[in-house]
C-alpha cells in the first residue's frame, strides 16, 4: 500500500465490553451493532496542515453552495434539474430564504481525501445528518482517552447557538425509543442545546385541522426532525405537513430551503455554473476547480464515474463504473432512492485506504458544518462505497 497522509495508531483494547460500556453511559449506545464491531478502537490522526486545508475548503464551498440555493431559489426548471419533488416548490418560494451561510443550521460535508492527502467533497448533507453522536461524543471521549486533543469539542456549543436561534420545542425522529441511532442523535442534540424539549416518534405525530399533534394531542409549533424532507412527496402526510409549513403552523428545522442544498442536483449545477463561467468570481472557482468533482445530470464521462440518487442517504443508490464506463459495483444495504429520484453523475475519486484491525479499509472523511461553522471530524471506514456496513473511527489532529 502506499504511503498514505493518514497515521493509524493504537490498538484495540483487550477489554473492549467495558469501553463499549462508557461510550454507551455517554450516550453512544451502538458501538456495537447486533454482535458487530461497528465502532473500531483506533485513531486515525492527520497532520495539521491537511486540516487546516479541509476546514478552509469546507468554509469556502459552504459559502458556495450557498450562493448557488439563491440562484436557484424561485426557479421552477432549476428544482426540477435538482429533483426538488413538486408538492415542495411552492412551500420553497412562499418561504424567505436564510441569512447568508444558515440555510441549514445542522450539516455534514462528506469529503474523499486521497492517499497523496488531496480532497474532493463528495457530497453535502444539509436536512438530517446522523454521525453526530459518533463526532461529538465518542471522538472526544477517544481521543483524550489515548492522550490526544480533539478538534471537535466545540461542537455541542455550535448546537447550543443554533437552536438558541431557531428555538424547537420538539424533536422528533422515526421509531423513537426504537431506532438507537436516530435517537440517540436527537436524544443528544437536545442535551447539548441546553433546551427544554421532548422527543417524539414521527410515526405517532398526526396533522389535525393543519396543526401537526403528538400522541398526546397537544400541539408541535416548532420541530427539529431527522425526516427527509424529500418524502413528503410519497408519504401520506406529505401534502398536510407542507401545508403546515406553508400556513405557518408548523416551522421545521432545518427550514426548507435545506432540501435544495441536500440535493446532490446542486452539485450538477455548481458544476455547469463553473464551466459556463457564470456566477462565481475567481476565487470561487478556485476553489471549485481544486474540491469539486465533475458532476452532470447524464452520464458523459469517457473515464471512471459514480452514479447515486439525488436524494440518496448511506451509500444507497451508489454504483461505482470503471474506466470502460461499466458497472463494477453497487451498494446493496442501503434503500436505492434512486427508485424515485433523478440520478446525478460524478467523477471518481480515491478514498485514503487504512490498515485497521478490521483489515484495510476505504476512509471518508466527514467535517459538520453547525450554525455555519465548520466544526467536527467523523470518520467512517468500509468499502470503496461508505454505507450502512461501514465502520466508525475517531480522526484525530496530530
Not at 101 to 126: C, V, W
Not at 154 to 166: F, N
Request: include cysteine.
Amino acid at each position: 500500500m502506499s504511503q498514505s497522509v493518514f497515521e493509524v495508531v493504537g490498538v484495540p483494547n483487550d477489554d473492549r465490553a467495558s469501553r463499549v460500556k462508557e461510550l454507551f453511559d455517554l450516550g453512544f449506545t451502538w458501538a456495537d451493532l447486533e454482535d458487530e464491531a461497528y465502532w473500531i478502537d483506533q485513531i486515525v490522526l492527520m497532520e495539521r496542515p491537511l486540516y487546516d486545508e479541509l476546514e478552509q475548503a469546507a468554509k469556502a464551498l459552504w459559502g458556495i453552495l450557498d450562493k448557488a440555493v439563491r440562484y436557484v431559489y424561485r426557479r421552477p426548471d432549476l428544482y426540477e434539474l435538482l429533483g426538488i419533488p413538486p408538492v415542495m416548490w411552492e412551500l420553497l418560494d412562499q418561504a424567505p430564504l436564510a441569512e447568508p451561510g444558515l440555510i441549514s443550521r445542522y450539516a455534514r460535508f462528506d469529503f474523499a481525501i486521497a492517499n497523496d492527502g488531496s480532497i474532493k467533497l463528495l457530497e453535502l448533507n444539509a436536512d438530517t445528518p446522523t454521525g453526530y453522536v459518533e463526532a461529538s461524543i465518542a471522538t472526544p471521549w477517544v481521543l483524550t482517552q489515548a492522550g490526544f486533543s480533539s478538534p471537535n469539542e466545540g461542537m455541542k456549543d455550535l448546537v447550543a447557538a443554533a437552536w438558541a436561534a431557531d428555538q424547537p420545542d420538539t424533536a422528533a425522529c422515526v421509531a423513537y425509543g426504537q431506532h438507537m441511532e436516530d435517537s440517540g442523535t436527537i436524544e443528544a442534540l437536545v442535551r447539548h442545546s441546553g433546551r427544554e424539549m421532548t422527543c417524539e416518534d414521527c410515526l405517532e405525530l398526526w396533522f389535525d385541522e393543519g396543526y401537526l399533534k403528538n400522541k398526546n394531542g397537544e400541539v408541535i409549533e416548532r420541530m427539529f426532525a431527522l425526516y427527509p424532507k424529500e418524502w413528503m412527496a410519497v408519504d401520506d402526510a406529505g401534502e398536510a405537513m407542507a401545508f403546515a409549513i406553508e400556513t405557518g403552523r408548523l416551522t421545521l428545522f432545518n427550514p426548507p430551503h435545506s432540501l435544495l442544498l441536500q440535493s446532490k442536483g446542486l452539485l450538477a449545477a455548481v458544476w455547469g455554473l463553473y464551466e459556463l463561467g457564470l456566477l462565481f468570481n475567481e476565487q470561487e472557482r478556485e476553489v471549485i476547480s481544486t474540491y469539486v468533482l465533475p458532476t452532470y445530470n447524464k452520464p458523459v464521462f469517457s473515464g471512471s464515474f459514480v452514479s447515486k440518487s439525488m436524494f440518496g442517504r448511506e451509500g444507497g443508490s451508489v454504483r461505482l463504473y470503471d474506466a470502460e464506463g461499466q458497472l463494477e459495483l453497487e451498494d446493496q444495504e442501503g434503500f436505492d432512492s434512486s427508485v424515485l429520484f433523478p440520478s446525478v453523475y460524478q467523477k471518481r475519486a480515491e478514498l485514503a485506504r487504512i490498515n485497521t484491525a478490521e483489515g484495510e479499509l476505504h476512509l471518508l472523511t466527514g467535517m459538520f458544518v453547525i450554525n455555519g461553522t465548520p466544526c467536527g471530524l467523523l470518520g467512517r471506514a468500509g468499502g470503496p462505497i461508505t454505507g450502512n456496513a461501514s465502520h466508525f473511527i475517531a480522526i484525530g489532529v496530530k
